[in-house]
């Protein structure tokens, strides 16, 4: 696993995969740090977007309909929960240049959807996460064995660098400082729902203390 702990370096690794620089890549890193917001702003419409609700058979279509699309699977946890899922994303995530997908079941899916039991495509791979869970199933294991995985663990410094210069519209001194003092951990989500409620008259910050009204 290789850390990184700045959002250029961020940008840097998101751009290297749209240019198809990573077969498989994962991003690993704590909820509201803007994973997915910059993720979305970088690759833009080039890319098959899949959430953690997908279903098997859906996925399997999808990567059909799309194929030689790169895929970005965002919130990955909940499709490790499933070992059929995983069974099919070993599959979309081998590192070879061409990816054999095959979906076996007893259903007519060429007959009823017009999509075949079995598929090549070259679709490079993204994940995003908040964390790798069922780290002791061997599927998963064998998962995380094909990708290039990247640690983003910004700073304080760099998340309050990063709000100051992208959150022009909501920046408040106010707000801002009293995140700058703290020293209890924080992600955007959390100075975004703060200036909300301070703005909304809700929530008062006096010496560097909150106060709901």
Known sequence: MIEINTYLSLRKVLKEFKK???????IVGEAGLGKTY????????QITYVNSHTTIL????????KRDNPIWFDDVEGLFEKDK???LLKQFCETNPIKFIQYNTSWNMEESRKIPKAYETKSK???????LTRLGNKGVQSLLDRAI?????PSKGEVLTYIK????????KEVFNYFYTTNES???????KTFQLNKAGLLTITKNRTSKV
């Open 125 to 131: 791979v993204l994940m995003t996460s908040n964390s």
């Open 58 to 65: 859906a996925l399997y279509q999808q990567g059909y309909e």
């Open 85 to 87: 899922m995983i069974g």
């Open 149 to 153: 995985i990247i640690n983003f663990k």
């Open 186 to 192: 924080f992600s955007l989500r959390d100075y975004i």
């Open 20 to 26: 198809g620089s990573f077969d498989f890549l994962i």
């Open 38 to 45: 910059n993720t979305r702003k970088i690759l833009g419409k």
């Open 165 to 172: 210069t992208n959150f022009t519209s909501m920046f408040n």
